[in-house]
């Protein structure tokens, strides 16, 4: 008898890692993903014009140099951090190496097998997230963390990036906080059909006031939130993991590509009470860009 495959649950969709521990910093993979061939019939890229006023670039690098909104004066907590954003440079960097690794490299995990992926992450990953990264991969739920795509689906181009830092406190406690939305053009190389898959993140990290993590400005733990958009779950689970986009010619795909489009891609920003909240719906499973599978 074939075993029965799981089902793919609204939790599938959704993540959360809450970790404690020190700080660490990794070199990124700067991998150029570059566009693929395309024939000329396939559709525009659903990316290549997006408002600029709500996407802030396209590289790893674009969301480090953003700048951090909130004025370290009006919160107590930064009082002894004081107000430059230099300071923030070592969080600020860890988590974008983080990001590079597992979001914005999809070429190069997907010559990676499942053992390899969790490698490549983890050596580009804050210490305090190794032991719950793990715990991730043995639960099946990789894909929240490593954007890789199954067969025959290939990204078009770079990504587009809508992001933003920004300080707060929680407890007494500072915290840096990176919200938004990662999207990317996808194909299906043997349909052509052309799509979005969109992961949207919340990282809330508690800042060292006394550098026991390193340098003060260091995290010494942090939260992220994860949801994705454009799925299909069918997929996902026949491909133990990896991606699938919803792009076949159905009403549920298309209908999962629209509402991608209407409530992800037109409005990409995560709002900073939402990012510190746990308990936000902001990052909560959407059935109406998804689909789910028995």
């Known amino acids: 008898m074939t075993p029965r495959r799981p089902r793919v649950r609204r939790r599938d969709l959704t993540g959360l890692l809450a970790l404690s521990g020190t700080a660490l910093l990794a070199s990124g993979c700067n991998r150029d993903p570059g566009p693929v061939p395309t024939s000329s019939d396939i559709p525009r890229d659903p990316l290549a014009q997006l408002d600029e006023v709500r996407w802030d670039g396209r590289t790893a690098q674009d969301v480090l140099a953003l700048p951090i909104t909130d004025s370290a004066d009006e919160l107590n907590a930064w009082a002894d951090l004081g107000t430059d954003d230099a300071t923030l440079d070592p969080t600020r960097q860890a ?3 983080f990001l590079e690794a597992s979001y914005l490299s999809p070429r190069v ?3 990676l097998d499942a053992a390899e992926t969790f490698t490549h992450v983890d050596a580009s990953t804050p210490g305090y997230w190794h032991d719950l990264l793990q715990t991730a991969w043995d639960d099946g739920d990789r894909h929240l963390y490593a954007f890789a795509l199954a067969e ?5 181009g770079r990504p587009a990036l809508a992001m933003d830092w920004f300080r707060a406190e ?14 990317w053009s996808v194909v299906d190389t043997q349909t052509h059909a052309v799509g979005v898959i969109a992961y949207q993140l919340g990282i809330v ?3 060292d006031l006394r550098g026991e993590a390193g340098d003060a400005g260091s ?3 942090a ?6 958009h454009g799925l299909d779950g069918c997929g996902l689970r026949d491909a133990d993991g ?8 159905t009403a549920e795909h298309r209908a999962a590509q629209q509402a991608t489009m209407d409530s992800v891609i037109a409005s990409p920003r995560i709002r900073p009470e939402d990012v510190l909240d746990l308990e936000s719906a902001a990052f909560s499973a959407n059935d109406a860009t998804n689909i789910l599978c028995d």
Do not use: E, K, Y
């Open 205 to 207: 990290a508690d800042i």
């Open 95 to 97: 988590l974008v190496t």
């Open 170 to 183: 929680r407890d007494s406690v500072p915290v840096l906080q990176l919200g938004g939305t990662i999207a």
């Open 109 to 111: 995990l997907s010559d």
């Open 219 to 221: 995290a010494t733990s």
């Open 152 to 156: 025959p689906f290939a990204t078009v």
């Open 242 to 249: 990896l991606v699938a986009p919803a792009l076949t010619d």
């Open 223 to 228: 939260s992220i939130r994860v949801s994705i």
